[in-house]
């Protein structure tokens, strides 16, 4: 992981949140709350722009990093087919014990900037011996 990162951005997106991916996942979830939850938890905020090109980003090997924890901050759940804004930076980074620990944060947005979710998700690396 580089932390020389640590504050700045990784990648911007213009997505939208698809209202065929929110039925999708609401069909899989298959619960009397599916509908709700769908339209919060649609995406995860690191590998939004795609795995790949967040492992590239931040410069992880996941061959030694594991997901220390992820949180969602909620303003208001999706609309189907609305446009997105997201924001991807590497909000903090520190090293303990052979260990690197980067904390990505993710927000989502309207063009116009109304905030709907805040992702915020700690990767740990062990440092090469």
Same mark, same amino acid.
């Given at each position: ?40 938890? +649609?995406?995860? *905020?690191?590998?939004? $722009?795609?795995? &790949?090109? /967040? @492992?590239?980003?931040?410069? =992880?090997?996941?061959?030694?990093? +594991?997901?220390? *924890?992820?949180?969602? $901050?909620?303003? &208001?759940? /999706? @609309?189907?087919?609305?446009? =997105?804004?997201?924001?991807?930076? +590497? ?39």
């Amino acid at each position: 992981m580089n932390g020389s990162l640590k504050g700045k951005i990784l990648a911007t997106l213009e997505t939208r949140a698809h209202a065929v991916k929110i039925a999708e996942l609401e069909a899989l979830l298959g619960t009397p709350n599916a509908a709700q939850t769908a339209r919060l938890n +649609l995406f995860f *905020g690191p590998t939004v $722009i795609g795995e &790949r090109n /967040f @492992v590239k980003a931040l410069e =992880l090997n996941l061959d030694r990093a +594991l997901l220390g *924890g992820h949180e969602i $901050i909620f303003q &208001r759940a /999706f @609309v189907p087919d609305e446009h =997105l804004h997201v924001e991807m930076r +590497l909000a903090d980074y520190s090293e303990k014990n052979g260990m690197q620990f980067g904390t990505i944060e993710t927000r989502f947005a309207t063009p116009y900037g109304e905030e709907i979710q805040v992702q915020t998700t700690t990767f740990i690396e062990r440092m090469p011996a």
